[in-house]
């Protein structure tokens, strides 16, 4: 079966270390996102990617970085800069190239959660 | 400022019917998502309304005017696996802005 996997489902770091969060899609969807999610807030979006080599800045990219060598991955990574990393992270991905839409809605992962202490 | 208002929890009996609304306040309107996401998962697509009126899909109807920048998500014969959040997300020139999230709690 298609889907989005991410992991690790947790994931616990000290304060000052860089992390990387995986998302695999086995889907062929050209767009992949990653948003943020805290409580009692929308989801935010922090990078995406609607085509490989290629990936634009969202609301909150500070402290965060990505890339996109391979059409099936993109990789975030949380860097020491970023302020409050503790959160749930979600990565999506969608079908063509433009914003989601009824017949190419936004698939996303499972989540990861990171703690950072 | 661009917004998205929703309740932020309710609760309702298993086998009724339970509206959650959401009212938006954006720059442009191109389409309105709601999502279905149990804890700690995935949101799940439930439905996207461009055109004003209501569509039904099974026990789950959406209803979009957009005159007045409101929304309602229809949950019918409600059960215990309904149990989770809805989000809310316009897509409003080129970005899509998410809702807080209602949390939805059904009771036996």
């Not at chain 1, 991905?93 to 703690?115: A, K, V």
């Not at chain 2, 019917?17 to 938006?24: E, K, S």
């Not at chain 2, 209803?63 to 316009?90: I, T």
Request: net charge neutral.
């Amino acid at each position: 079966d298609g889907g989005i996997t991410q992991s690790p489902k947790y994931l616990f770091r000290k304060e000052g270390q860089n992390v990387t969060l995986s998302c695999e899609q086995n889907l062929n969807h050209d767009a992949m996102y990653w948003y943020r999610q805290d409580p009692g807030q929308g989801l935010r979006l922090i990078y995406y990617s609607q085509i490989v080599n290629d990936f634009q800045k969202g609301d909150i990219a500070e402290g965060y970085s990505v890339s996109r060598e391979k059409k099936e991955s993109f990789p975030l990574t949380v860097t020491s800069a970023q302020k409050n990393p503790t959160a749930f992270y979600l990565c999506a991905s969608s079908l063509g190239q433009g914003l989601p839409h009824r017949n190419s809605p936004l698939h996303f992962g499972n989540g990861t959660r990171l703690t950072v202490t | 400022g661009q917004n998205i208002d929703q309740p932020t929890e309710m609760t309702a009996t298993e086998g009724a019917i339970v509206q959650i609304n959401c009212t938006y306040q954006t720059s442009g309107f191109n389409g309105l998502f709601w999502y279905q996401q149990h804890a700690g998962e995935a949101p799940t697509f439930l439905s996207y309304n461009v055109l004003d009126g209501l569509e039904e899909k099974g026990r789950f109807s959406s209803f979009l005017s957009r005159s007045k920048g409101y929304s309602y998500l229809l949950l019918k014969e409600l059960q215990m696996k309904d149990s989770a959040s809805y989000l809310c997300a316009v897509h409003s020139n080129y970005q899509l802005i998410w809702g807080a999230g209602t949390k939805l709690i059904i009771k036996p």
